[in-house]
């Protein structure tokens, strides 16, 4: 569905928050891209409103087997997950830290979410090599109490309970363990395209560029 469509259905009031961002290569020769040494991205961000994806966006988990159901679902009742005092929307992502993933975009949306909404806060869990790049970026965009690192955790699942939408970061993936759990714990969820094995756009989650 494009973004059009839910900010018709969506109340004046709700609050915007990017959830697609398309990165589209510019014109560029060849020879430009020798000289340069990589290809200039340029971002284009489309907002859904964020009460409508919390009341609307589909939460129907595809079934794991029953002891991995049971197991995550019995990890996610232990002590743990988020510890600060944070009360407004909170965004999850779960993945290593590194160039497959989706990141930087996943960053600079964020600080149109902020423009936005200020009651929103993206937590990450994992660690991985693009940590340093990752925080300058972060950093640099003021987003060091709104895009948190949480590095690697031993017991995800409480953090999974306490979020409100999951959102996978990736450019290229195949099978995500993160989104099944996802599923099994019921979160909303959006995730790029190349999910789709996984997810089944409007059913289970929104698929996006």
């Known amino acids: 569905m494009k973004a059009a469509d839910h900010k018709a259905q969506a109340e004046e009031k709700a609050v915007r928050i990017i959830v697609i961002t398309e990165v589209k290569e510019e014109e560029t020769d060849v020879s430009a891209r020798e000289e340069a040494g990589s290809v200039r991205v340029q971002e284009e961000a489309q907002v859904l409103p964020i009460q409508y994806l919390l009341q609307n966006l589909p939460k129907a988990p595809r079934t794991a087997s029953v002891s991995v159901t049971e197991k995550i679902k019995t990890k996610a009742s232990l002590p743990g997950g988020f510890s600060d005092d944070f009360d407004g929307i909170r965004l999850l992502t779960v993945g290593r830290l590194t160039e497959q993933k989706s990141y930087p975009t996943a960053i600079r949306a964020m600080k149109k979410i902020k423009e936005k909404h200020k009651n929103v806060r993206w937590y990450v869990l994992g660690e991985g090599p693009e940590r340093k790049r990752l925080e300058h970026l972060i ?31 990736t450019g290229f993936e195949g099978k995500s363990i ?3 759990e996802a599923q099994t714990l019921g979160l909303p969820i959006i995730a790029s395209e190349s999910n789709r094995e996984q997810i089944e756009n409007g059913v289970d989650g929104i698929l996006c560029r």
């Not at 709104?146 to 699942?157: A, C, K, R, T, W």
Request: hydrophobic share 35%; aromatic share 14%.
């Open 139 to 169: 950093d640099s965009l003021g987003l060091q109490e709104d895009f948190i690192l949480s590095g690697s955790v031993e017991n995800p699942y409480p953090y999974y309970k306490s979020a409100d939408i999951y959102v996978h970061a």
């Open 178 to 180: 993160a989104i099944q």
